[in-house]
Protein backbone atom coordinates (compact mmCIF):
# COMPACT_ATOMS: atom_id res chain seq x y z
CA UNK A 1 0.00 0.00 0.00
CA UNK A 2 1.59 3.46 -0.96
CA UNK A 3 2.35 5.38 2.20
CA UNK A 4 0.07 8.47 0.87
CA UNK A 5 -3.08 5.65 1.71
CA UNK A 6 -1.86 4.34 4.51
CA UNK A 7 -1.95 8.01 6.17
CA UNK A 8 -5.50 8.30 4.97
CA UNK A 9 -6.66 4.57 5.99
CA UNK A 10 -4.92 6.15 9.55
CA UNK A 11 -6.73 9.34 9.81
CA UNK A 12 -10.33 7.66 8.92
CA UNK A 13 -9.92 4.58 11.25
CA UNK A 14 -11.53 6.28 14.35
CA UNK A 15 -14.71 7.34 11.82
CA UNK A 16 -14.65 3.72 10.16
CA UNK A 17 -14.40 2.32 13.58
CA UNK A 18 -17.68 4.41 15.21
CA UNK A 19 -19.49 3.31 11.74
CA UNK A 20 -19.08 0.04 12.05
CA UNK A 21 -20.48 -0.43 15.69
CA UNK A 22 -23.08 1.95 15.71
CA UNK A 23 -24.41 1.67 11.48
CA UNK A 24 -22.64 -1.42 9.88
CA UNK A 25 -22.89 -3.86 12.53
CA UNK A 26 -26.23 -3.11 14.19
CA UNK A 27 -28.08 -2.90 10.66
CA UNK A 28 -26.35 -6.26 9.76
CA UNK A 29 -27.42 -7.75 13.54
CA UNK A 30 -31.52 -6.09 12.31
CA UNK A 31 -31.16 -7.67 8.84
CA UNK A 32 -30.57 -11.06 10.51
CA UNK A 33 -33.27 -10.68 12.96
CA UNK A 34 -35.99 -10.52 11.30
CA UNK A 35 -35.35 -14.36 10.21
CA UNK A 36 -35.51 -15.53 14.13
CA UNK A 37 -38.84 -15.82 15.83
CA UNK A 38 -39.89 -14.47 19.09
CA UNK A 39 -42.44 -16.36 21.52
CA UNK A 40 -44.93 -14.67 24.09
CA UNK A 41 -42.36 -13.12 26.33
CA UNK A 42 -40.23 -11.94 23.97
CA UNK A 43 -37.70 -14.56 24.36
CA UNK A 44 -35.94 -15.42 20.89
CA UNK A 45 -35.97 -18.43 19.42
CA UNK A 46 -33.32 -20.70 18.41
CA UNK A 47 -32.73 -21.58 14.52
CA UNK A 48 -33.35 -19.07 11.02
CA UNK A 49 -36.58 -19.23 10.12
CA UNK A 50 -39.06 -17.59 7.65
CA UNK A 51 -41.79 -17.54 10.34
CA UNK A 52 -41.76 -14.22 10.97
CA UNK A 53 -41.99 -13.24 7.59
CA UNK A 54 -44.63 -15.67 7.03
CA UNK A 55 -46.76 -14.11 10.04
CA UNK A 56 -46.42 -11.32 8.46
CA UNK A 57 -47.72 -11.84 5.19
CA UNK A 58 -50.49 -14.00 6.69
CA UNK A 59 -52.07 -11.17 8.92
CA UNK A 60 -54.26 -9.06 7.16
CA UNK A 61 -53.55 -6.02 10.09
CA UNK A 62 -49.85 -5.74 8.62
CA UNK A 63 -51.10 -5.67 4.74
CA UNK A 64 -53.39 -2.85 5.98
CA UNK A 65 -50.57 -1.35 8.19
CA UNK A 66 -48.05 -0.72 4.62
CA UNK A 67 -51.29 0.46 2.69
CA UNK A 68 -52.07 2.89 5.28
CA UNK A 69 -48.94 4.19 5.85
CA UNK A 70 -48.18 4.81 2.15
CA UNK A 71 -51.17 5.70 1.76
CA UNK A 72 -51.16 8.66 4.37
CA UNK A 73 -47.69 9.53 3.47
CA UNK A 74 -48.56 9.75 -0.46
CA UNK A 75 -51.52 12.27 1.29
CA UNK A 76 -48.98 14.34 3.32
CA UNK A 77 -46.46 14.62 0.03
CA UNK A 78 -49.25 15.63 -2.13
CA UNK A 79 -50.47 18.74 0.19
CA UNK A 80 -47.11 19.13 1.36
CA UNK A 81 -46.48 20.05 -2.26
CA UNK A 82 -49.76 22.47 -2.47
CA UNK A 83 -48.93 24.56 0.26
CA UNK A 84 -45.02 25.06 -0.18
CA UNK A 85 -45.59 25.91 -4.05
CA UNK A 86 -46.54 28.95 -4.13
CA UNK A 87 -44.13 29.91 -1.53
CA UNK A 88 -41.24 28.75 -3.25
CA UNK A 89 -41.81 30.20 -6.36
CA UNK A 90 -42.24 33.74 -4.84
CA UNK A 91 -38.98 33.49 -3.01
CA UNK A 92 -37.70 32.29 -6.64
CA UNK A 93 -39.13 35.54 -8.45
CA UNK A 94 -38.38 37.56 -5.20
CA UNK A 95 -35.59 40.47 -5.60
CA UNK A 96 -31.77 39.43 -4.07
CA UNK A 97 -31.91 40.98 -0.27
CA UNK A 98 -35.68 39.66 0.37
CA UNK A 99 -34.49 36.05 -0.95
CA UNK A 100 -32.28 35.36 2.22
CA UNK A 101 -34.35 36.67 4.32
CA UNK A 102 -37.60 34.22 3.13
CA UNK A 103 -35.57 31.74 2.92
CA UNK A 104 -34.60 32.17 6.74
CA UNK A 105 -37.95 32.63 7.21
CA UNK A 106 -39.03 29.25 6.35
CA UNK A 107 -36.56 26.86 7.45
CA UNK A 108 -36.75 28.74 10.81
CA UNK A 109 -38.88 26.09 12.18
CA UNK A 110 -36.58 23.31 11.75
CA UNK A 111 -34.58 24.90 14.61
CA UNK A 112 -37.67 23.81 16.64
CA UNK A 113 -37.67 20.17 17.40
CA UNK A 114 -40.66 18.09 16.35
CA UNK A 115 -41.65 17.87 19.55
CA UNK A 116 -42.27 21.34 20.74
CA UNK A 117 -44.26 21.54 16.69
CA UNK A 118 -46.20 19.01 17.24
CA UNK A 119 -47.23 20.26 20.45
CA UNK A 120 -47.92 23.38 18.45
CA UNK A 121 -50.40 21.51 16.53
CA UNK A 122 -52.00 20.68 19.43
CA UNK A 123 -52.40 24.40 20.77
CA UNK A 124 -54.16 24.90 17.35
CA UNK A 125 -56.14 21.95 17.00
CA UNK A 126 -57.00 20.45 20.49
CA UNK A 127 -60.75 20.54 21.71
CA UNK A 128 -59.78 23.88 23.63
CA UNK A 129 -57.41 25.37 20.92
CA UNK A 130 -57.74 28.01 18.42
CA UNK A 131 -59.34 26.86 15.64
CA UNK A 132 -62.13 25.07 18.29
CA UNK A 133 -62.77 28.41 19.52
CA UNK A 134 -63.25 29.89 16.39
CA UNK A 135 -65.74 27.30 14.87
CA UNK A 136 -67.43 28.01 18.39
CA UNK A 137 -67.66 31.60 17.52
CA UNK A 138 -69.09 31.36 13.95
CA UNK A 139 -72.09 29.37 16.39
CA UNK A 140 -70.91 25.75 15.41
CA UNK A 141 -71.92 23.70 18.84
CA UNK A 142 -69.95 20.87 18.34
CA UNK A 143 -66.51 21.47 16.61
CA UNK A 144 -65.26 18.01 14.53
CA UNK A 145 -62.31 16.37 16.52
CA UNK A 146 -59.20 17.21 14.89
CA UNK A 147 -56.38 15.84 17.17
CA UNK A 148 -55.81 12.13 17.79
CA UNK A 149 -57.34 11.13 14.91
CA UNK A 150 -55.55 11.00 10.60
CA UNK A 151 -56.47 14.60 10.25
CA UNK A 152 -54.01 15.63 13.05
CA UNK A 153 -51.52 13.57 11.87
CA UNK A 154 -51.58 14.84 8.06
CA UNK A 155 -52.20 18.54 9.39
CA UNK A 156 -49.25 18.41 11.39
CA UNK A 157 -46.48 16.73 9.45
CA UNK A 158 -47.48 18.37 6.12
CA UNK A 159 -46.54 21.82 7.90
CA UNK A 160 -43.45 20.00 9.34
CA UNK A 161 -42.08 18.93 6.14
CA UNK A 162 -42.43 22.13 4.36
CA UNK A 163 -39.38 23.40 5.14
CA UNK A 164 -37.70 20.76 3.11
CA UNK A 165 -40.09 20.61 0.29
CA UNK A 166 -39.82 24.58 0.21
CA UNK A 167 -35.67 24.21 0.07
CA UNK A 168 -35.84 21.19 -2.27
CA UNK A 169 -38.23 23.38 -4.39
CA UNK A 170 -35.96 26.08 -5.06
CA UNK A 171 -33.46 24.16 -5.70
CA UNK A 172 -34.61 22.36 -8.42
CA UNK A 173 -36.12 26.23 -9.82
CA UNK A 174 -33.06 27.08 -11.45
CA UNK A 175 -34.00 26.78 -14.94
CA UNK A 176 -37.29 28.73 -14.27
CA UNK A 177 -36.87 32.52 -15.56
CA UNK A 178 -39.44 35.59 -15.75
CA UNK A 179 -38.39 36.42 -19.30
CA UNK A 180 -39.78 32.53 -20.10
CA UNK A 181 -43.15 33.18 -19.10
CA UNK A 182 -43.18 37.56 -20.03
CA UNK A 183 -42.29 35.78 -23.76
CA UNK A 184 -45.00 33.24 -23.59
CA UNK A 185 -47.93 35.82 -22.15
CA UNK A 186 -47.03 38.52 -24.70
CA UNK A 187 -47.63 35.38 -27.13
CA UNK A 188 -50.67 35.88 -25.91
CA UNK A 189 -50.84 32.40 -23.43
CA UNK A 190 -53.23 33.43 -20.58
CA UNK A 191 -51.70 33.01 -16.57
CA UNK A 192 -53.09 29.63 -16.76
CA UNK A 193 -51.62 28.51 -19.85
CA UNK A 194 -48.44 30.11 -19.13
CA UNK A 195 -48.33 28.10 -15.87
CA UNK A 196 -49.10 25.03 -17.35
CA UNK A 197 -46.98 24.66 -20.24
CA UNK A 198 -44.04 26.37 -19.00
CA UNK A 199 -43.81 27.53 -15.25
CA UNK A 200 -44.62 23.94 -14.41
CA UNK A 201 -42.32 21.69 -16.99
CA UNK A 202 -39.22 23.96 -15.79
CA UNK A 203 -39.86 23.17 -12.05
CA UNK A 204 -40.40 19.33 -12.56
CA UNK A 205 -37.16 18.97 -11.28
CA UNK A 206 -37.82 20.21 -7.90
CA UNK A 207 -41.19 19.19 -7.57
CA UNK A 208 -40.04 15.32 -7.73
CA UNK A 209 -36.44 15.95 -5.53
CA UNK A 210 -39.01 17.62 -3.04
CA UNK A 211 -41.84 14.75 -3.18
CA UNK A 212 -39.24 12.04 -3.11
CA UNK A 213 -37.86 14.13 0.46
CA UNK A 214 -41.17 14.75 1.70
CA UNK A 215 -42.65 11.11 1.13
CA UNK A 216 -39.67 8.92 2.91
CA UNK A 217 -39.52 11.71 5.84
CA UNK A 218 -43.28 10.94 6.26
CA UNK A 219 -43.89 7.28 5.78
CA UNK A 220 -41.23 6.88 8.77
CA UNK A 221 -42.01 9.81 10.63
CA UNK A 222 -42.95 8.63 14.22
CA UNK A 223 -43.08 11.38 17.30
CA UNK A 224 -46.19 13.36 15.10
CA UNK A 225 -47.95 10.42 14.27
CA UNK A 226 -47.44 9.07 17.89
CA UNK A 227 -48.70 12.48 19.87
CA UNK A 228 -51.12 14.10 17.34
CA UNK A 229 -52.37 10.32 16.20
CA UNK A 230 -53.05 9.85 20.17
CA UNK A 231 -52.38 6.25 19.76
CA UNK A 232 -55.51 5.46 17.30
CA UNK A 233 -53.40 5.83 14.15
CA UNK A 234 -51.15 2.73 13.14
CA UNK A 235 -48.03 3.58 11.00
CA UNK A 236 -45.07 1.79 10.30
CA UNK A 237 -43.02 3.74 12.53
CA UNK A 238 -45.30 3.59 15.47
CA UNK A 239 -46.13 -0.04 14.97
CA UNK A 240 -42.00 -0.76 15.45
CA UNK A 241 -41.79 0.82 18.21
CA UNK A 242 -45.01 -0.53 20.00
CA UNK A 243 -43.52 -3.83 18.70
CA UNK A 244 -39.97 -3.07 19.90
CA UNK A 245 -40.55 -1.18 23.04
CA UNK A 246 -44.42 -2.76 24.11
CA UNK A 247 -44.74 -5.95 22.69
CA UNK A 248 -40.83 -6.77 22.85
CA UNK A 249 -41.61 -8.75 19.57
CA UNK A 250 -38.13 -7.84 18.20
CA UNK A 251 -38.20 -9.84 14.45
CA UNK A 252 -41.57 -8.36 14.13
CA UNK A 253 -39.86 -4.69 14.28
CA UNK A 254 -36.98 -6.17 12.34
CA UNK A 255 -38.81 -7.06 9.89
CA UNK A 256 -41.14 -3.86 9.70
CA UNK A 257 -38.00 -1.86 9.50
CA UNK A 258 -36.80 -3.72 5.99
CA UNK A 259 -40.63 -2.98 4.92
CA UNK A 260 -39.09 0.78 5.61
CA UNK A 261 -36.40 0.03 3.94
CA UNK A 262 -37.85 -1.57 0.99
CA UNK A 263 -40.68 1.17 0.64
CA UNK A 264 -37.38 4.04 0.54
CA UNK A 265 -35.77 1.63 -2.07
CA UNK A 266 -39.05 1.81 -4.26
CA UNK A 267 -39.71 5.49 -3.93
CA UNK A 268 -35.54 6.37 -5.00
CA UNK A 269 -36.13 4.27 -7.94
CA UNK A 270 -38.84 5.40 -9.27
CA UNK A 271 -37.63 8.71 -8.74
CA UNK A 272 -34.19 7.96 -10.36
CA UNK A 273 -37.06 6.51 -13.53
CA UNK A 274 -38.93 9.99 -13.21
CA UNK A 275 -35.56 11.96 -13.24
CA UNK A 276 -34.03 10.52 -15.96
CA UNK A 277 -37.30 10.68 -18.33
CA UNK A 278 -37.94 14.17 -17.70
CA UNK A 279 -34.12 15.38 -18.10
CA UNK B 1 -55.89 40.45 -9.52
CA UNK B 2 -54.40 37.12 -10.19
CA UNK B 3 -51.03 38.70 -8.70
CA UNK B 4 -53.01 39.69 -5.41
CA UNK B 5 -54.67 35.93 -5.27
CA UNK B 6 -51.34 34.80 -5.36
CA UNK B 7 -50.20 37.03 -3.15
CA UNK B 8 -52.86 36.14 -0.76
CA UNK B 9 -52.45 32.39 -0.97
CA UNK B 10 -48.28 33.15 0.00
CA UNK B 11 -48.91 34.97 3.00
CA UNK B 12 -51.77 32.37 3.78
CA UNK B 13 -49.14 29.45 3.48
CA UNK B 14 -46.49 31.39 5.14
CA UNK B 15 -49.26 31.83 8.36
CA UNK B 16 -49.58 28.00 8.09
CA UNK B 17 -45.98 27.24 8.18
CA UNK B 18 -44.90 29.74 11.58
CA UNK B 19 -48.45 29.29 12.91
CA UNK B 20 -47.18 26.47 15.91
CA UNK B 21 -43.65 27.69 16.85
CA UNK B 22 -45.35 31.12 17.22
CA UNK B 23 -48.39 30.42 18.78
CA UNK B 24 -46.52 28.53 21.44
CA UNK B 25 -45.39 32.03 22.80
CA UNK B 26 -48.31 33.50 23.90
CA UNK B 27 -49.57 30.34 25.05
CA UNK B 28 -46.66 29.85 27.66
CA UNK B 29 -47.91 33.00 29.01
CA UNK B 30 -51.28 31.35 29.86
CA UNK B 31 -53.02 31.70 33.13
CA UNK B 32 -55.17 28.54 32.80
CA UNK B 33 -54.79 25.05 33.86
CA UNK B 34 -54.77 23.20 30.79
CA UNK B 35 -54.33 24.27 27.34
CA UNK B 36 -57.02 26.59 26.27
CA UNK B 37 -57.26 29.38 23.80
CA UNK B 38 -58.03 32.40 23.99
CA UNK B 39 -56.38 32.04 27.89
CA UNK B 40 -58.36 33.28 30.27
CA UNK B 41 -55.57 35.61 31.52
CA UNK B 42 -51.93 35.98 31.08
CA UNK B 43 -49.63 35.11 33.62
CA UNK B 44 -45.73 33.77 34.48
CA UNK B 45 -46.47 31.02 36.91
CA UNK B 46 -46.08 27.81 34.29
CA UNK B 47 -42.50 28.85 33.69
CA UNK B 48 -42.03 29.11 37.57
CA UNK B 49 -43.72 25.58 37.42
CA UNK B 50 -40.61 24.77 35.35
CA UNK B 51 -38.40 25.22 38.21
CA UNK B 52 -40.40 22.49 40.59
CA UNK B 53 -40.39 20.14 37.66
CA UNK B 54 -37.14 18.51 38.78
CA UNK B 55 -37.02 15.34 35.87
CA UNK B 56 -37.15 17.95 33.27
CA UNK B 57 -34.37 19.73 34.66
CA UNK B 58 -32.43 17.32 35.09
CA UNK B 59 -33.21 16.25 31.68
CA UNK B 60 -31.96 19.58 30.29
CA UNK B 61 -28.89 19.55 32.52
CA UNK B 62 -28.03 15.72 30.81
CA UNK B 63 -29.06 17.26 26.88
CA UNK B 64 -26.62 19.88 27.49
CA UNK B 65 -23.72 17.80 28.57
CA UNK B 66 -24.49 15.20 26.26
CA UNK B 67 -24.68 17.83 23.62
CA UNK B 68 -21.43 18.68 24.91
CA UNK B 69 -19.33 15.35 24.90
CA UNK B 70 -20.73 14.61 21.78
CA UNK B 71 -19.50 17.95 19.24
CA UNK B 72 -16.12 17.52 21.01
CA UNK B 73 -16.11 13.67 19.97
CA UNK B 74 -17.67 14.59 16.87
CA UNK B 75 -15.27 16.82 15.63
CA UNK B 76 -12.31 15.07 16.54
CA UNK B 77 -13.46 11.90 14.65
CA UNK B 78 -14.72 13.62 12.07
CA UNK B 79 -11.51 16.39 11.10
CA UNK B 80 -9.17 13.46 10.71
CA UNK B 81 -11.56 11.96 8.12
CA UNK B 82 -12.45 15.23 6.25
CA UNK B 83 -8.67 15.79 5.93
CA UNK B 84 -7.80 11.86 4.16
CA UNK B 85 -11.12 12.57 2.17
CA UNK B 86 -9.94 15.87 1.33
CA UNK B 87 -6.23 16.09 0.66
CA UNK B 88 -5.61 12.01 -0.72
CA UNK B 89 -6.94 10.77 -3.53
CA UNK B 90 -6.71 6.69 -2.44
CA UNK B 91 -9.08 3.64 -3.88
CA UNK B 92 -12.19 3.45 -2.29
CA UNK B 93 -12.14 6.70 -1.18
CA UNK B 94 -15.80 7.29 -2.67
CA UNK B 95 -17.10 4.22 -1.39
CA UNK B 96 -15.89 5.43 1.88
CA UNK B 97 -17.57 9.00 1.92
CA UNK B 98 -20.81 6.87 1.11
CA UNK B 99 -20.74 4.40 3.48
CA UNK B 100 -19.34 7.23 6.45
CA UNK B 101 -22.36 9.97 5.59
CA UNK B 102 -25.32 6.67 4.87
CA UNK B 103 -26.84 6.84 8.07
CA UNK B 104 -28.36 10.34 7.48
CA UNK B 105 -30.16 8.63 4.61
CA UNK B 106 -31.73 5.89 6.43
CA UNK B 107 -34.67 7.03 8.47
CA UNK B 108 -34.14 7.25 12.40
CA UNK B 109 -36.30 4.85 13.55
CA UNK B 110 -34.77 1.89 12.29
CA UNK B 111 -31.60 3.16 13.47
CA UNK B 112 -32.85 3.69 16.95
CA UNK B 113 -34.29 -0.31 16.33
CA UNK B 114 -30.80 -0.92 15.22
CA UNK B 115 -28.78 0.34 18.05
CA UNK B 116 -31.72 -0.41 20.83
CA UNK B 117 -30.86 -4.57 19.92
CA UNK B 118 -27.33 -4.36 19.96
CA UNK B 119 -27.00 -2.08 22.71
CA UNK B 120 -29.28 -4.63 25.10
CA UNK B 121 -26.28 -7.04 24.43
CA UNK B 122 -23.68 -4.58 25.72
CA UNK B 123 -25.38 -3.28 28.90
CA UNK B 124 -25.57 -0.17 26.92
CA UNK B 125 -28.94 1.08 27.60
CA UNK B 126 -29.33 4.32 29.96
CA UNK B 127 -25.94 5.12 29.74
CA UNK B 128 -23.56 7.97 28.93
CA UNK B 129 -21.39 6.04 26.49
CA UNK B 130 -24.34 4.39 24.45
CA UNK B 131 -26.20 7.74 23.89
CA UNK B 132 -22.76 9.23 22.79
CA UNK B 133 -22.00 6.67 20.64
CA UNK B 134 -25.67 6.91 19.15
CA UNK B 135 -25.70 10.67 18.81
CA UNK B 136 -22.53 10.06 17.24
CA UNK B 137 -23.87 7.52 14.25
CA UNK B 138 -26.33 10.84 13.24
CA UNK B 139 -23.82 13.90 14.16
CA UNK B 140 -20.73 11.98 12.43
CA UNK B 141 -22.00 12.79 8.72
CA UNK B 142 -22.92 16.11 9.46
CA UNK B 143 -19.48 16.67 10.76
CA UNK B 144 -17.71 14.84 7.88
CA UNK B 145 -19.25 16.45 5.02
CA UNK B 146 -19.54 20.57 6.67
CA UNK B 147 -15.61 19.78 7.37
CA UNK B 148 -14.84 18.33 4.12
CA UNK B 149 -16.47 21.34 2.24
CA UNK B 150 -14.38 23.64 4.50
CA UNK B 151 -11.45 21.97 3.73
CA UNK B 152 -12.19 21.55 -0.21
CA UNK B 153 -13.14 25.57 -0.18
CA UNK B 154 -9.69 27.05 1.48
CA UNK B 155 -6.59 28.16 -1.12
CA UNK B 156 -4.41 25.45 -1.59
CA UNK B 157 -1.74 27.49 -2.22
CA UNK B 158 -1.34 29.31 0.99
CA UNK B 159 -0.09 25.91 2.50
CA UNK B 160 2.01 25.51 -0.14
CA UNK B 161 3.63 28.69 -0.10
CA UNK B 162 3.67 27.49 3.59
CA UNK B 163 5.53 24.40 2.89
CA UNK B 164 7.90 25.56 0.09
CA UNK B 165 9.32 27.69 2.77
CA UNK B 166 10.23 24.82 4.55
CA UNK B 167 7.29 24.58 7.25
CA UNK B 168 7.02 20.54 8.53
CA UNK B 169 3.27 19.55 7.49
CA UNK B 170 2.52 19.32 11.24
CA UNK B 171 2.98 23.25 11.28
CA UNK B 172 1.59 24.09 8.32
CA UNK B 173 -1.62 22.08 9.65
CA UNK B 174 -1.68 24.02 12.75
CA UNK B 175 -0.44 27.50 11.99
CA UNK B 176 -2.17 27.72 8.31
CA UNK B 177 -5.04 25.09 7.74
CA UNK B 178 -6.36 25.17 11.15
CA UNK B 179 -7.12 28.82 11.50
CA UNK B 180 -8.48 29.15 7.93
CA UNK B 181 -10.94 26.25 9.12
CA UNK B 182 -12.33 28.36 11.70
CA UNK B 183 -15.61 29.00 10.03
CA UNK B 184 -15.90 25.73 9.10
CA UNK B 185 -15.23 24.25 12.69
CA UNK B 186 -17.99 26.89 14.35
CA UNK B 187 -20.84 25.70 11.74
CA UNK B 188 -20.09 21.73 12.18
CA UNK B 189 -19.91 22.60 16.27
CA UNK B 190 -22.83 24.80 16.04
CA UNK B 191 -25.11 21.95 13.97
CA UNK B 192 -23.65 18.95 15.81
CA UNK B 193 -24.81 20.60 18.90
CA UNK B 194 -28.39 21.20 17.44
CA UNK B 195 -28.83 18.06 16.59
CA UNK B 196 -27.27 16.25 19.57
CA UNK B 197 -29.72 18.39 21.34
CA UNK B 198 -32.74 17.76 19.23
CA UNK B 199 -32.13 14.63 18.90
CA UNK B 200 -35.72 12.45 20.17
CA UNK B 201 -36.54 9.11 17.74
CA UNK B 202 -33.15 7.50 18.54
CA UNK B 203 -33.02 8.40 22.11
CA UNK B 204 -36.26 7.33 22.65
CA UNK B 205 -35.49 4.03 22.03
CA UNK B 206 -32.69 3.76 24.58
CA UNK B 207 -32.73 6.02 27.28
CA UNK B 208 -33.12 4.08 30.97
CA UNK B 209 -34.89 5.14 33.88
CA UNK B 210 -31.38 6.94 35.39
CA UNK B 211 -30.87 9.13 32.08
CA UNK B 212 -33.05 10.56 30.01
CA UNK B 213 -32.87 13.46 27.75
CA UNK B 214 -34.83 16.67 27.30
CA UNK B 215 -36.51 16.06 23.84
CA UNK B 216 -37.68 12.37 25.87
CA UNK B 217 -38.89 13.68 28.56
CA UNK B 218 -40.42 16.24 26.73
CA UNK B 219 -42.32 13.93 24.59
CA UNK B 220 -43.27 11.80 27.56
CA UNK B 221 -44.74 15.01 28.95
CA UNK B 222 -47.10 16.02 25.93
CA UNK B 223 -47.77 12.01 25.47
CA UNK B 224 -49.47 12.12 29.13
CA UNK B 225 -50.91 15.68 29.52
CA UNK B 226 -51.18 18.67 27.64
CA UNK B 227 -50.80 21.81 29.62
CA UNK B 228 -49.07 25.29 29.10
CA UNK B 229 -46.02 23.78 30.79
CA UNK B 230 -44.26 22.42 27.44
CA UNK B 231 -45.18 25.54 25.30
CA UNK B 232 -43.40 27.71 28.62
CA UNK B 233 -40.52 25.17 27.99
CA UNK B 234 -40.80 25.60 24.47
CA UNK B 235 -40.52 29.20 24.14
CA UNK B 236 -37.60 29.02 25.87
CA UNK B 237 -36.01 26.26 23.58
CA UNK B 238 -36.64 28.57 20.62
CA UNK B 239 -35.15 31.51 22.31
CA UNK B 240 -31.60 28.99 23.09
CA UNK B 241 -32.04 27.65 19.48
CA UNK B 242 -32.09 31.63 18.06
CA UNK B 243 -29.35 32.83 20.21
CA UNK B 244 -27.26 29.90 19.14
CA UNK B 245 -27.70 30.65 15.32
CA UNK B 246 -27.35 34.77 16.07
CA UNK B 247 -24.03 34.00 18.08
CA UNK B 248 -22.73 31.73 14.87
CA UNK B 249 -23.85 34.39 12.53
CA UNK B 250 -22.24 37.38 14.41
CA UNK B 251 -19.12 34.81 14.99
CA UNK B 252 -18.89 34.14 11.20
CA UNK B 253 -21.58 34.76 8.88
CA UNK B 254 -24.12 32.14 8.29
CA UNK B 255 -23.06 31.43 4.55
CA UNK B 256 -19.82 32.01 4.98
CA UNK B 257 -19.92 29.19 7.86
CA UNK B 258 -21.95 26.94 5.59
CA UNK B 259 -19.93 26.52 2.96
CA UNK B 260 -21.49 28.54 0.24
Redesign the interface.
Known amino acids: MPI??R???A??L???L??M???????G??AL?SFRQANEGGALLEGITLATWAKMFGDIFYAELVRDSVVIALAITGLTLL??Y??AL?IHRAPDRWK?MLVV??I??L??????????????L?D???I??FLRWLGMVKAPRMVFNTTGVVV?LT?IL??YMILALIAGFGRLNTSLEEAAASLGAK?FTVFRRVVLPLTLPGIMLGCLLAF?LAV?S??TP??LGGGRVFLL?TE??DQ??VTLN?PV??AL?IV??VI?GFALTLYGRLARAVA | MGRILFHVLVAAMLVFLLAPVILVIPMSFSADRVLMWPPSGFSLKWYAQIANERGLIEAARNSLVLAVIVTAATLAISLPAALAIDRWRFAGRDAILALLTAPLLLPTIVLALALLIIFVGYGLLGTWIGLMLAHMLVTLPYGIRVLSTSLSTLPASVEEAAASLGAPPSSVFRRITLPLMVPGLVATCAIVFLVSFDEVVISLFLVGPQLTTLPVALFRYVESRTDPLVAAVSTLLVVFSLAIVLVLDRAVGLRRAVGK
Open positions: ASIALLLPALVNAVFLLPMNLLCSPIFNMCSPLVSAVVRTYGWMVIGGGIAAGEMPPVSFIKLAIYAIWAASVLF
